[in-house]
């Protein structure tokens, strides 16, 4: 009987981790594309959900073609990212589970 309900509970848990994995896109959601800075962006000090005593928040806004296709990114960044790239900046960009994760220039 044990060893039967030991079965059906290694069954089951495989089965879990298989149809989770299924659902998974192949690339671990990560995408490396070229674009370029078109605009950025900064919220004072109290204004959208900045704390009153930093620098606020940065921005930068990417456009980038995937296919035929324009897209526009707009991503959190650090106050360095955000003096060292600006508008017109031709990146590189890596994208984590819709999270920028990297900038780097282009040459």
Not at 3 to 23: E, F, P, T
Not at 27 to 49: F, I, M, N, S, Y
Not at 50 to 66: D, Q
Request: glycine letters at 12%; a neutral charge.
């Amino acid at each position: 009987m044990r060893s039967r309900a030991a079965l059906g509970a290694v069954l089951l848990l495989g089965s879990a981790l298989l149809s989770a994995c299924a659902s998974s896109s192949t690339d671990g959601g990560w995408k490396t594309l070229e674009a370029t800075v078109v605009r950025r962006e900064h919220q004072r000090p109290g204004e959208g959900g900045a704390s009153y005593g930093g620098t606020g928040n940065y921005y930068l806004v990417f456009e980038t073609l995937e296919g035929e296709a324009t897209s526009t990114y707009t991503f959190p960044v650090t106050e360095r990212q955000y003096v060292r790239f600006p508008e017109g900046s031709r990146v590189q960009i890596i994208i984590a589970d819709d999270t920028l994760r990297e900038i780097r220039p282009l040459r």
